[in-house]
């Protein structure tokens, strides 16, 4: 075995912390090997000094035990370093194989027929002439997998890679690499969901505060030691039983849409409810519709057009209402884009409190208390434990985690008795999201309805009493979360369902 | 309406149409870096003085409208330094230039005020000039012009098919995401800024030596900003920019002919005419969000530095 990637002693500090400390580990050739470790670890830094985006202060990288120093991403290409980001770096307004042309310095033409390829060998397709603006999440993400697989790898990283997709395309990412790791290439895996780690997996490093906390074997190591590693001593949740008043609190029935602009799937004829006290989970794929269902719960779509059918809150029909009376009705929303729906990126956390919670006492006599927005606002912060630098810190500046929380909290503040929450947990690192988990189920006890819309299917096992997919714009059958299989469950992300049951 | 008016209406447009046409092309490429550049109307004037200067002094066509390149780039050189080495904001820095531009080109030009000199000859196309009115329309103007159809053939292309274009949106769109690419994100945008500098210093030239072969204080009349405004309501689209440049100056000379025919509407009200159709029709033109999207940098007029 020879080895593909080592690095020695790397440190890199940034004004007021320390991102990595001393950090070595090797990968070999053909080696799948894991980057464990919560948000703010260190993870993302490491791998951008491996792809060249930012530069060590001290260490030494050895690729193919040949020392090199890597000063740019085209640096790293060259060495045949490929990486996937979490946060895409694609641009909307160019079309998919326009994209991958600008990466690779080909025509756009070349890479079309390329992808063309690839679909065969790897069973990963876009279509070459749709532009990225109009892609889902999960599109977006194979996107990117695609202009890797395009370059002639022997390295590649891949940032949280399967939390956009269904159990069978993780299947497929799976397998795909598995090729790889055959032919020779190796891969840094980083992700939150120890279990796939485990099964994947040759070996991991764990990061904690930017240092190597530990070095295991994923198949040989329990889960709990592997938690214990990356977060110190702290119970995952475990959901309690559910109980669910009788009448459905949050009742839809034949709601249909059209196209949804900046979304091409359209709803078809949607039933179902949600009743107070349990959490109804509705998988899928992103760009089957979810856009167009949550905007039509929120209020949002009548912007554009009245969805046909009937939607209730509590027996009263709110289908013609605006999202401020819905909120106001007591509906919380907690929207899949956090900078621009959830919170406004350039707005400090008080302004962001205000936003949706200025019913809560917070207005005298038309102006702003603000005094009062900034106690509502430090409360949020202490309740939900949202790591900030204050409560005029911007939404852009907190992390992913840490803005969900605050925007969860923000609407958990106000005692909704419907919760609309979409991918609640995305991209958020394993301690945030078992407080997350923890707040949606201690709100569940309290009596409140709530929907989650989401890609992670653990997730949605994780906290939802029922359970559906959506696909192609129409919902599969609703089960009871213990009643239904993984496999099931996959079968209705890829709309097998109208003809089984 | 006789045809030879038709013919000189024809050739008049494309005359006063060809400086904004210039400029916006210059703007536009600026703008699809990221890079605001609201000084191209000092630029234009700067541009048009030197060019004067030289002309009158070496009697070379050629070597004045190389200084007025010269003397765009050189301006947009301060304003690229300025916005991006310094990262200061580029709308204040913007208008700083203008108004710099416009003090210092009529500082420069003070013993010029109001000389002439002769204008840049015309440069008929042979055969094709001769025929009835679509020869004196189309095909008898000076190298100029067709320069700026050349330019907006080029930059057409450039943005549409090749990879220069994709990399100046790239960086327009999401500098960050080009930077992690490996894409020279500050080099693309000064070269974008001293391009945009280059072609408000040609279209100064052009002012100055052609179209009104006369050095006059201020005397490009606000059309440096038009082209800016232009950029913006063309969506950043080369096509609306060229026609939106043309229609400005069709209007402008619409307003000339209508004072000719005796119209009895304030000549003030004509003059303002070309500068309201123009925004009027493109603002019309611009009003679909999605399209509008989809050309529109993201990134505008957002400093950028390297390491967060």
Redesign the interface.
Known sequence: MTTRLALKNITKAYPGCVANDDISFSLNRGEIHALLGENGAGKSTLMNIIYGVVQPDAGELFINDVKVTINSPADARSYGIGMVFQHFTLFDSMTVAENIALALAQKPAEVSSAIEALRTTYELYVEPEKLVGTLSMGEKQRVEIIRCLLQDIQILILDEPTSVLTPQEAEQLFALLNTLSAKGCAVIFISHKLSEVARICHSATILRRGKVSGKITPGQTSLSTLTKLMMGDQSSVTKTECRAASQSFLTVEGLSTRAYPGDDTALKNLCFDVKQGEILGIAGVAGNGQEALLSALSGEINQYQRPAGDIRFNGQSVIAASPVERRSSGMGYVPAERLGRGAVANMSLVSNALLTCYGQGLLRYGFINIQAVQQLTRSIIAKFGVRTPGIEANANQLSGGNLQKFILGRELQQQPRLLIAAHPTWGVDISAQQHIYRDLLTLRDSGCAILIISEDTDELFTLCDRIGALCHGELSPLMAANQVSLDQLGQWMLGEFAHAS | MDLDLLASLLYATFRTGTPILLVALGELICEKSGVLNLGQEGVMLMGAVTGFIVVSQFDSYALGIFTSVLTGIVMAAIFAFITLTLQANQVASGLALAIFGTGLSAFIGTDYQGQSIAGLPSLAVPHLSEISVIGPAFFQHDILVYTSLAATFLLWWNLKYA?LG??L??VG??P????????PVLKVRYLAVLFGGAMSGLAGAYVSLVYTPLWAENMTAGRGWIAVALVVFASWRISRVLLGAYLFGLASILHLVAQVFGADISPNLLAALPYAATIVVLVILSSNQ?RHK??AP?ALAIPWHK?R
């Not at chain 2, 960050?176 to 894409?183: I, P, Q, T, V």
């Open positions: 990879r994709l990399i949106k790239a769109e999401n960050d995401a080009a930077n992690a690419l490996g894409l999605t989809l050309f993201l390491s």
